[in-house]
């Protein structure tokens, strides 16, 4: 049994064969080109798919199923992409069309919820069927499962965590908000704080880099700056507040935490999980475990491949 999992995004199609234990037997990447319209984008994916059937020497009709993650928000149930502003789609039937060129099944999903997905399945959710997985990069994105289903919720509003409110009256957020998670804790906030900081005249190591990415705050943070320090914890404060908050509200059996500052490691894990336990105070009775997510760039290729599973086993 070999399934197609597809993470599409704004710049590139990553595609992977997943066999039925997760593993991936073939993957690779094209570029995405959403300016050339949608059947272009659609023509790419399927030649892809047929270039990596044909490297494990299968014709594309013997593959089980397709997955596909979206960087947008999706209607799964009619397998519409609502609106996908990277792509340049609006109320856009992808799931019909991309079966009926490629002849397979096909399943979409939202990308945070394919990672989540994939993570739960193959990643640092190994084991648990409920868990909140946080992606912290330019935004900060969510995915929910509960009970091994994904949650959407109303309009997909389920697990948007990176525009759940956290200081009335706070920084202005590009959605029309105020004071949302990700204007406080995004990689791009930390960045925003950094630099708050020094024009305050605040003393650091980075004082004097023109160029200054969330990166290197937590390398600076893990190597003693204090302003790195202090930064990474104010955001940490915000992540784990907002996190015992949703312990709090569906209790997850797990977090994990991914993107590109969870790969620094124990220097944001540690105050996000010691934010975490301020918050709950005496409610918690254990800790939900806070994991670094475990699958990087694949956890996409990867979810949409378990979803292209759990749907082609409905047939
Ligand atoms: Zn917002």
Known sequence: MCLLGIDLGGTSIKAGLVDINGKILKK????TGAGEGTTAVLKRIKNLARDLAGEQGLALGELEGVGIGIPGSVDVARGLVHLAPNLFWRDFSLRDELAALLDLPVAIENDAHVAALGEMWQGAGRGYTSILMV????????????????????????AEMGHIKMVCDGRQCHCGGHGCLETLASAT??????????AAGYPSMLSDRPELGAKEILAAAAGGDELAGRVIDEAACYLGTALANAVLLVGPEAIIIGGGPAQA??????????????????????????????L??????IGAAY?????????
């Open 307 to 315: 979803l292209a599973m759990k749907t082609s086993s409905q047939y």
């Open 296 to 301: 990087g760039n694949d956890a996409g290729i």
């Open 135 to 158: 992606t912290i990069g330019t935004g900060i994105g969510s995915g929910l499962i509960i009970d091994g289903r994904v949650h959407h919720g109303l309009f997909g509003y389920g």
């Open 189 to 198: 906030a930390m960045v925003k704080s950094f630099r708050e900081y020094l």
């Open 265 to 294: 490691g124990e220097v944001i894990l540690d105050p996000i999980r010691k934010h975490l336990a301020a918050a709950m105070g005496t409610w918690q009775l254990k800790p939900v475990p806070v994991l670094q997510a475990a």
């Open 28 to 31: 690779g990447q094209v570029p």
